[in-house]
């Protein structure tokens, strides 16, 4: 235990050099009398417990004079200090970082410095996620409050091999990040690069919290893709740390980042692992195929309108009668475009006015445009429902990526006919087949192709089977029931 000021001027002046003198309100720099001892205080107001401060203060000057030992001993404040979560510190950067993080610093006359955990981080509590929700289910969900997001996987893993890793990233904003994971299950390779990286942020903040994380520990740079997996539903968490997955919790940021993962993993949703495992396995195959044909159905539907000769006589009603002035091609980017774009202005619409918009963007503006040959039927019709089957997938960084793909196929389609069509679907898969975010390949279990893995991706097996954890974790135990 080491001094940190000399006297509790020169600890008030410190604190000044920091926040100001009278520059920043809820920087708060206090002295009171513990056991007829001055005390100086500092705190930030709204991330401390003030009610909890008072009580305890008040309980700290009732039979002082019963207190036994010398005032000038550390260890005598430490062990009469009536609350249990009381610690020392012996670095001013360490009693910075841990005001501005909610704590109370009490600095005694002699210059040793406590700090007393009294947080209580302003926030929601925990609700259902509005992007995972369940028809049965748990309805609790992480919130902004890093301790409530911790308590919620403790309480789903009552285990000792439960870790959270406490972790201060960045200069400015030293933004706390708890690296998540089951000892003995967890990679520690996988760790090791986790923590290397956040080690390596030399930024001034994290102001789009796991999102930024993201890009600085998977240098995602300008890939399109997902290297992640967000959720905000504290089950899946503890379902995928069991597994030997790695969860990154972030301060402020109600969702969590799963590592490693696979495109398949950005397919799945706890909705299948509460039906049984027959149904289960049906809705799988719908949002399996709902993603595939989300991004192929516009453009290969242009390319059989544009091109009769390879429809089958059958199927010649494929295609408008009456194409329009209008090219079709830019029929279909136009709606496409503008389904995004209906979605965004319903996302910053307030809530009693967005039911109203949508009615009148798709029945209004839709038979509108109709009328008067901007659009032809059948392309509304197929921009629809491309539209719903987008909807279908659970990742919402994965939808908004498909939508970007489905152009690409779209455009090349448009140039080069058949042979763009296929040339995009190769391309996007040598593109997907290339991706090895923390050295885990994207598309396992189908590029490189393991059979029992991937009839799991397409098989929801009941839960009463053993299956070991899976091989992109590398967990060094595989095997679940030791």
Not at 173 to 188: C, F, L, N, P, W
Not at 283 to 289: G, K, N, S, T
Not at 393 to 405: N, R
């Amino acid at each position: 235990m080491a001094k940190l000021f000399t006297s509790l001027k020169e600890a008030e002046k410190w604190f000044e050099s920091k926040f100001g003198k009278n520059e920043t309100f809820d920087a708060t720099a206090k002295t009171v009398h513990l056991w007829e001892m001055p005390v100086m205080m500092f705190y930030i107001n709204g991330l401390m417990d003030g009610q909890l401060l008072t009580i305890l203060l008040a309980e700290m000057q009732e039979g002082f004079d019963k207190k036994e030992g010398h005032k000038d001993d550390p260890e005598w404040f430490l062990n009469y200090f009536p609350y249990y979560a009381l610690e020392d510190v012996d670095e001013r950067d360490t009693l910075l970082t841990s005001i501005l993080s909610g704590l109370v610093g009490f600095i005694l006359p002699n210059g040793y410095a406590f700090l007393a955990d009294l947080r209580s981080s302003p926030g929601r509590n925990p609700e259902e996620p509005d992007t995972e929700k369940v028809i049965r289910g748990s309805r609790d969900g992480f919130t902004e409050n890093i301790i409530v997001n911790t308590a919620l996987v403790r309480r789903r893993l009552k285990t000792e091999d439960l870790r959270f890793e406490m972790h201060s990233t960045t200069v400015n904003g030293k933004t706390d990040v708890a690296i998540t994971y089951m000892k003995g299950a967890a990679s520690e390779e996988h760790l090791s690069l986790i923590r290397k990286r956040l080690d390596e942020i030399k930024h001034d903040g994290l102001t789009m919290t796991d999102k930024s994380l993201e890009e600085f520990l998977f240098k995602q740079r300008f890939h399109p893709m997902p290297f992640v997996r967000f959720t905000e539903r504290p089950d899946i968490t503890a379902a995928y740390l069991l597994e030997g997955h790695i969860a990154v919790i972030v301060d402020t940021s109600p969702s969590v980042i799963l590592v490693p993962i696979t495109l398949f993993d950005h397919l799945q949703h706890a909705e299948e692992y509460r039906q049984s495992p027959f149904t289960g396995t049906f809705v799988r195959w719908i949002r399996l195929f709902g993603a595939l044909i989300s991004m192929v159905l516009l453009p290969f539907w242009y390319l059989v309108a544009t091109h009769q000769q390879y429809l089958p006589v059958m199927l010649n009603y494929i295609g408008p009668n009456d194409p329009g002035s209008v090219p079709l091609i830019v029929q279909l980017l136009m709606a496409d475009i503008g389904i995004e774009v209906l979605r965004m202005a319903a996302i910053h619409t307030p809530n009693p006015m967005s039911t109203a918009m949508g009615l009148v963007a798709a029945i209004v503006i839709g038979q509108v445009a109709i009328d008067v040959g901007l659009f032809t039927g059948e392309v509304i019709l197929y921009v629809a429902v491309s539209a719903i089957f987008t909807f279908a997938i659970p990742s919402f960084e994965l939808s908004l990526t498909t939508k970007v793909f489905r152009v690409f196929i779209l455009v090349l389609t448009g140039i080069l006919g058949a042979p763009g069509f296929f040339l995009g679907i190769v391309l996007l898969v040598y593109y997907l087949a290339s991706l090895k975010p923390m050295g885990v390949p994207y598309l396992w279990p189908l590029l490189p192709f393991f059979p029992a893995a991937m009839r799991r991706v397409i098989i929801r097996y009941p839960m009463t089977l053993d299956a070991p954890r899976p091989f992109i974790t590398d967990s060094p135990n595989r095997d679940r029931l030791s």
